[in-house]
C-alpha cells in the first residue's frame, strides 16, 4: 500500500469512520494546547479505557496479562502500559511521542507598563519564525502554583466571551526600515510582548504615589479572578498559544488546520491506537507521550530523564523480582515507532525539498530511517532489518504509507525522540504524519493520514 493517495482507497464505510476520527482529533487538539492539558485528556481517555494509576494498582499485587495501566510524571509526561503475555524482559512494543509544541511563554518578572499599554515580557519556546505570531488573537493557558499549595488552572481566550491577546506589529505605512530587515530581525524575542491591557485603574482604588495605573489594573483583575499577586508569578506557568479551535481546512474538508499539530497529531493516533486494543497481546504494549521534546527532550518530564526506565523498573520489580539487567534488557529488546510529524512536500516552496524523497499529505503514514541535520548529525539511523519488519507490518494490515526525509540534505533538518531511546539498543525507527506549516501558529495535516496512522499504530502494537 506504500506511497499512493489514500483517498482513492475509501470506501463509504471508511469515510465515515476517517470523519468521525477526525472529529475527535480536533476536539483534543481543543482541549489540549498545553502538555498538561493533553495529559488530563489522555488520563481521562484511559480511565475510560479501563486503565488504572500504575502506583495505586501495585499497591494490590502485581500485574497480570491484560492489565492496564498508566504513569505519570509531574503532570506533563504519561506512559501507558497494557501487560502482555510475555514477560517483560521480552521487550515491550512502544509508541512515542511528544506533547510539547511551540509557543511563546511568560517570563517569571513580565508584568510592565509603556505608554499606558500593559505587557507581558515573553521568551519563546521552541523553534518559532517570531513574524509569524504578531497581529493574530492569542490565549493564555498554563497553572498558577501559589504559595499555600493552591494550584490554579488558566485559560483565557478560548471562551467566546473571553478576551484574546495580541503581539503588535509596526503598520506598513511606517515599515520601511523593517521590511528591509533579515526575516529572522523582523520581530525580535525581546520584541515578542504580549499585550493585555489599556484601561487604567479607578484613582479611588490606587495606592499613594501609584503611577502606572494601566498595570495596576491588570493586577486587580488577576486578583479578582484568580487571588494571585504579582509575585505569584515566578511560580506560575504560562503558555501564550494560538486562541480558536481546530478547523476544517478545503472545500472539500479533507484537511485540518489547527495549533500544535507538532507533535500532537502523532500522540493522539498513538494513544487511540492503543486504547483501541482490549485483548492482551503477546508482548506489553506501550504508549508514552513526552514534553519538552521541542527543545531538546531535556528536564525531568524530557526524554532524556529516567523517569520512563524507573517505571519500568517498577513493572519489573513486581512482576518477576527487582533487577537491574532485566530493566535493561526490557528497553533492549523493546521496539519502538518514534512518533513526530514529517515536513509536508508544499509545492509552493519546492526548493526546499528533494521530491522524490519528499512526505507527500494524504498518502498516509510517513517513515524516516534517519532525521539529523546534513550529515545525519544527532539522528538515529533505524537497522534495514527493523525498516523490512515494519514495511511487512504495514502491508500485512494494508495501510498505506510513505519513507521520506525532512528536506534537502543541505538546507536544514531536525531530530525526534528516537534517538534517545536507541542508545539502549532497542531497534527505533521514526514514523509520523506530513504536515504542512510546521511550527507555525496553524498547522496544516491530512484527515486521511490521520486514519491511517491509527491503523498503522495498531498493527504495530499487535505485530511487531
Known amino acids: 500500500m506504500e506511497n499512493k493517495n489514500a483517498w482513492k482507497k475509501y470506501t463509504a464505510e471508511d469515510i465515515t469512520a476517517l470523519t468521525a476520527l477526525n472529529e475527535e482529533y480536533k476536539a483534543f487538539l481543543d482541549n489540549g494546547k498545553t502538555e498538561r492539558e493533553c495529559v488530563v485528556q489522555a488520563v481521562a481517555m484511559a480511565e475510560k479505557a479501563g486503565y488504572r494509576n500504575l502506583d495505586e494498582a501495585l499497591k494490590k499485587g502485581a500485574p497480570k496479562k491484560g492489565d492496564k495501566l498508566y504513569a505519570v510524571c509531574m503532570n506533563k509526561t504519561l506512559a501507558l502500559f497494557q501487560m502482555g503475555e510475555e ?32 505587557y507581558l515580557d515573553t521568551h519563546y519556546y521552541g523553534g518559532i519564525k517570531k513574524y509569524q505570531w504578531v497581529t493574530q488573537a492569542m490565549a493564555i493557558h498554563g497553572v498558577l502554583a501559589l504559595k499555600d499549595g493552591t494550584v490554579k488552572n488558566v485559560s483565557i481566550g478560548e471562551d ?23 526575516a529572522g530581525q523582523v520581530i525580535t524575542g525581546e520584541g515578542l510582548d504580549l499585550l ?5 485603574l479607578e484613582e479611588s482604588k490606587l495606592e499613594k504615589d501609584q503611577k502606572e495605573a494601566v498595570r495596576a489594573n ?10 494571585m499577586e504579582e509575585s505569584d508569578f515566578t511560580s506560575a506557568e504560562l ?7 481546530a478547523r476544517d481546512c ?27 486494543e482490549d485483548k492482551p497481546l503477546r508482548r506489553t504494549s506501550c504508549c508514552l507521550l513526552v514534553d519538552k521534546e521541542e527543545i531538546g527532550s531535556v528536564g525531568a518530564t524530557g526524554m532524556q530523564s529516567f523517569w ?29 515507532l518514534s512518533s513526530d510529524v514529517s515536513a509536508g512536500y508544499d509545492p509552493l516552496y519546492a526548493e526546499a525539498f528533494e521530491k522524490r524523497s519528499a512526505a507527500f499529505l494524504s498518502r498516509g503514514m510517513s517513515f524516516n530511517k534517519f532525521t539529523g541535520a546534513r550529515g545525519k548529525s544527532g539522528s538515529n539511523d533505524a537497522n534495514a532489518e527493523y525498516l523490512a519488519h515494519v514495511r511487512k507490518i504495514m502491508d500485512d494490515a494494508q495501510v498505506t504509507y510513505q519513507f521520506a526525509e525532512l528536506g534537502k540534505v543541505d538546507v536544514g533538518g531536525g531530530g525526534t525522540i528516537a534517538y534517545i531511546m536507541a542508545k539502549y539498543g532497542m531497534e527505533v525507527i521514526d514514523s509520523g504524519v506530513a504536515v504542512l506549516n510546521m511550527h507555525a501558529p496553524y498547522e496544516l495535516s491530512s484527515k486521511a493520514d490521520v486514519y491511517e496512522a491509527v491503523k498503522g499504530y495498531r498493527a504495530f502494537l499487535k505485530n511487531a
Not at 486587580?220 to 479572578?225: D, G, Y
Open 87 to 118: 514477560p517483560l524482559e521480552n521487550g515491550m512494543n512502544i509508541l512515542g511521542a511528544h506533547i510539547d509544541s511551540p509557543r511563546v511563554d511568560v517570563k517569571q518578572n513580565p508584568l510592565y507598563e509603556n505608554e499606558e499599554l500593559a
Open 239 to 245: 503558555e501564550i498559544v494560538p486562541a480558536g479551535k
Open 196 to 200: 493585555v491591557g489599556n484601561r487604567p
Open 160 to 182: 467566546p466571551t473571553d478576551p484574546v491577546f495580541v503581539f503588535t506589529d509596526l503598520l506598513i505605512h511606517l515599515s520601511g526600515t523593517q521590511m528591509d530587515k533579515k
Open 250 to 276: 478545503g472545500f472539500d474538508r479533507s484537511m485540518v488546520l489547527a495549533y500544535g499539530q507538532d507533535d500532537r497529531i502523532c500522540a493522539f493516533t498513538s494513544l487511540y491506537a492503543m486504547l483501541q
Open 308 to 336: 520512563f526506565e524507573n517505571e519500568v523498573a517498577k513493572l519489573i520489580a513486581a512482576t518477576s523480582g527487582e533487577s537491574f539487567l532485566k530493566t535493561r534488557l526490557a528497553m533492549q529488546n523493546s521496539r519502538m
Open 218 to 227: 491588570v493586577l486587580a483583575l488577576l486578583k479578582e479572578k484568580y487571588g
